[in-house]
């Protein structure tokens, strides 16, 4: 891993702070009842257990040299303090709020609050269901959202997620003052 340095009382000192300040770090928040993964319900959310699942983020995450933070939750308050504790220290989430989808007006603030770039997944196809489940509070706040894929999407979450964390760290680069000096004489 690359190492990154601070420079601490002007240019004198420097320090190494962390193992590679640019990774992304990125919160992956599993809403009530999904927990049960892969022990009841299989016909509609599968047969893999959420530690399974969890264990194929946290490969592709390694892939693709970001940093993971997995949790699940039954309730409503846990998972709207971890979404506002996010804002400091993460780049994004990726979040499946479950039932809370359809009804938490909660849980779509906080996600606002924060301001950081969120995927939503569902495991089923929450359009091809009841009609209650069409309704996301939380579509409105995300970047996108990916339904009826199964585990796979949140796979494609991480993905698409890191995708549009680089490319919007690469703009901010390329608009930052200096930029198009460094660009033409080809130092970073
Ligand atoms: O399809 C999804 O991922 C959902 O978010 C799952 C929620 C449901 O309320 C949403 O409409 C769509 C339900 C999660 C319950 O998970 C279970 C898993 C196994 C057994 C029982 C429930």
Known sequence: MQPCWTLSHGSFLAYPVCEQKDMLRIRVLHGPN???LGTREQSIYGTLSLD???SAITNLAEELAVEVDLRQSNSEGELITWIQE???GYDG???NPAAYTHTSIAIRDAIAAAGLPTVEVHLS???QREEFRRRSYIAEVSIGQISGLGPIGYLLAL???Y???TVSQRQKKMTAP???RRAAKGTR
Do not use: E, F, Q, V
Request: aromatic share 0%.
């Open 125 to 127: 196809n929450i359009h």
């Open 93 to 95: 989430i990726i979040i």
């Open 159 to 161: 993905r698409g997620l």
């Open 34 to 36: 999904l927990n049960l």
């Open 86 to 88: 996010a804002r400091t």
């Open 52 to 54: 399974a699942l969890d």
């Open 178 to 180: 200096g930029a198009s």
């Open 163 to 165: 995708d549009h964390l």
